[in-house]
């Protein structure tokens, strides 16, 4: 198969995980409608005319699923392991409201591990955060996913506090759609760098899942370990504009160890 074709089908498949309507099943049925509230039955949800009758199953009986808490004296050690570089490159600005989140579509950047090249898909919010720093959440996070020709997939996560203003997520809040479908691209450029904290060279890192139905699992996840900020007025317009308790519980470890580097 063309090398252009499997990375543009691979970059569908992962454009899809949080489409604004159900992503649709090779025989034209429907996967089931979800929501956070029932989150704890994502993995029973199952379409009557769907098959197999459980297409959410993993988020019920996978063992390395995400998000979840990270606590650097128990469940984390101290590696030499492969730098991260996250090259990010200005992208015209487009955003999604698709009923779960925002979401900044791109097919433009690059994620660097090692050897491993992962080309960014999109990135997306999610308040309060996913994944927990020592029992604590933080009041946002932003999920850059990644993914490559052949499949494989690695999401950066980066926790964010109140603090200094950031011009960057201040265009999103203001350009981003408020009906659900809704797509919006106005003319202007972001660099989505600019959703980083200054220092990116210290990070978590494991083995998990999507935190979304179908919650599919051989996700590498990066968790920074710098804190972004944005103000407090700007936390309290994504809360009440857009999203609050779009988040998945903490997952269990299931015996896994996270990196750190």
Known sequence: MNQNFTLLACLTIFSQVLNPTEAFAADGHADPHWTYEEQESWGELKDQLYKPPFPYAECGIGQKQSPVNIEPGSTVRVEKIDELQ????????????????????????????????????????????????????????????????????????????????????????????????????????????????????????????????????????????DILEVSEQQIRDFNSKFYHDNARAEQKLNGRVLDAH
């Open 86 to 225: 996250p090259n990010y490159m200005e992208i015209p600005l487009s955003l999604t409201n698709n009923g779960h989140t925002i979401r900044a579509n791109t097919s433009r950047g690059k994620l660097n591990f090692g050897n491993n090249e992962y080309d960014l898909v999109q990135f997306h919010f999610h308040a309060p955060s996913e994944h927990l720093l020592n029992g604590v959440a933080y009041p946002l996070e932003i999920h850059f996913v990644n993914g490559t020709a052949d499949g494989r997939m690695a999401v950066l996560g980066v926790l964010v506090k109140a603090g200094a203003h950031n011009p960057a997520f201040q265009e999103i809040l203001e350009q981003s759609p408020k009906h659900i479908g809704d797509t919006s691209n106005p003319p202007l450029m972001i660099r989505p760098a600019r959703l980083l904290p200054e220092h990116t060279q210290h990070f978590y890192t494991y083995a998990g899942s999507l935190t979304t139905p179908p919650c599919s699992e051989g996700v590498q996840w990066f968790v920074l370990q």
